[in-house]
């Protein structure tokens, strides 16, 4: 059995058997969605602030319409590690677009070309 056991969805955490996700979330059904996997060295996650700059500019090169904020997720990051007592591991951030309709209905992106 896997020793971490708690996660952090839609702005909490929850133990791992209870973590729901919307069956009609994008990021399940399409992919659409973003995410960085980062190093915990000595119980601190290397270069987070990086990840999560790159993290927050895809969200906007996508155009999610929610885009994170990152003072957020590295509140959210800490908690989780913390949570789990992760010193030596790695951390899997994923921001979906969220639950929408069917192929592109309702996604606002930049335009390309």
Same mark, same amino acid.
């Given at each position: 059995?896997?020793?971490?056991? $708690?996660?952090?969805?839609?702005?909490?955490?929850?133990?791992? %058997?209870? %973590? =729901? +996700? /919307? !069956?009609?979330?994008?990021?399940?059904? #399409?992919?659409?969605? $973003?995410?960085?996997?980062?190093? $915990?060295? %000595? &119980?601190?996650?290397?270069?987070?602030?990086?990840? #999560? /700059?790159?993290?927050?500019?895809?969200? /906007?090169?996508?155009?999610?319409?929610?885009? !994170?904020?990152?003072?957020? #997720?590295?509140? @959210?990051? /800490?908690?989780?590690? @913390?949570?789990?007592? +992760?010193?030596?591991?790695?951390?899997? #951030?994923? $921001?979906?677009?969220? !639950? &929408?309709?069917?192929?592109? =209905?309702?996604?606002? &992106?930049?335009?390309?070309?």
């Amino acid at each position: 059995m896997d020793r971490f056991e $708690v996660c952090f969805v839609n702005d909490r955490l929850v133990s791992r %058997a209870s %973590a =729901q +996700i /919307e !069956p009609t979330d994008r990021g399940l059904t #399409l992919g659409d969605a $973003v995410f960085e996997t980062m190093r $915990v060295r %000595a &119980g601190c996650v290397i270069n987070m602030y990086r990840h #999560l /700059e790159r993290l927050v500019a895809a969200s /906007e090169f996508l155009g999610f319409l929610t885009v !994170p904020d990152t003072r957020a #997720l590295s509140a @959210a990051i /800490e908690e989780t590690r @913390a949570a789990n007592d +992760i010193i030596e591991g790695v951390l899997r #951030l994923t $921001v979906t677009r969220g !639950p &929408g309709g069917r192929g592109l =209905q309702g996604v606002r &992106g930049r335009r390309r070309g």
